[in-house]
């Protein structure tokens, strides 16, 4: 079984420009989770879909939004970029019983 | 609200016993994990356990988890220089609404 997929796997963008990330879940998963890691607030929950829903958020600012397909797949967007928004950007997806949660790679996404 | 703590760094011997211990704050905590993330790489789920369990073995691994003290642990036997990562222990209220707040993880640096 194919393993939850993030892409792009890297990213550079200029300040005030905005991006999205995509990550597939794997097959059957249909909770997806997002989260933030930084070396200085380490990994932070940003949200998470489940069946086109947004069922949790953390507290990051309204330029963070995701949704989620009728496939489970999920995609994150980042407006007016800023420099702190720099980090390694965590896609997850449950498993529908167990709700063990597996991790993609990740996109890292640098803002200069 | 959630809050999960880790000591930053441990060193131990190849072939020794590595203990990694991680404190929480929220009784309400109904799952408990351990990741691993090794360097550029995103987040591997090693176990979990139920919050009504004290100790959980798989293979090398054994998760204590003192509930009373909201204290969890990680134990590895025959650490090898491969368990070299960053462990990050974590925790959720609810396994079905996948808001996971994770602690700020610990280095296991593995010597020859």
């Known amino acids: 079984k194919a393993g939850v997929t993030q892409t792009p796997r890297y990213l550079i963008k200029t300040r005030g420009q905005q991006v999205t990330l995509s990550c597939s879940p794997i097959?059957?998963?249909?909770?997806v989770s997002w989260y933030q890691q930084t070396p200085g607030q380490g990994l932070q929950f940003l949200f998470e879909?489940?069946?086109?829903?947004?069922?949790n958020k953390g507290n990051f600012p309204g330029r963070f939004s995701g949704r989620q397909f009728s496939n489970s797949r999920s995609e994150m967007n980042v407006s007016t970029l800023e420099l702190g928004d720099s980090a390694l950007y965590l896609c997850?997806?449950?498993?529908?019983?167990?709700?063990?949660?597996?991790f993609g790679p990740g996109t890292r996404l640098t803002v200069t | 609200g959630e809050d999960v703590e880790q000591s930053l760094f441990l060193s131990v011997r190849e072939g020794d016993s590595s203990v990694i211990n991680c404190t929480y704050t929220?009784?309400?905590?109904?799952?408990l994990y351990w990741y691993k993330q090794e360097p550029g790489a995103g987040l591997q789920l090693l176990t979990y356990?139920?919050?009504?369990?004290d100790m959980k073995q798989d293979q090398r691994l054994t998760v204590l988890l003192n509930k009373k003290d909201k204290h969890l642990s990680l134990r590895i036997a025959d650490t090898q220089t491969g368990d070299s990562a960053i462990y990050f222990c974590?925790?959720?209220?609810?396994?079905?609404?996948?808001?996971?707040?994770f602690g700020t993880g610990t280095k296991l640096q593995v010597i020859p």
């Open positions: 997850a997806s449950s498993h529908p019983t167990t709700y063990e949660q597996y």
């Open positions: 097959s059957g998963h249909r909770s």
């Open positions: 879909y489940f069946s086109e829903t947004q069922r």
């Open positions: 929220d009784s309400s905590s109904t799952y």
């Open positions: 356990i139920f919050s009504n369990m």
């Open positions: 974590a925790e959720s209220i609810s396994g079905g609404y996948q808001k996971v707040t």
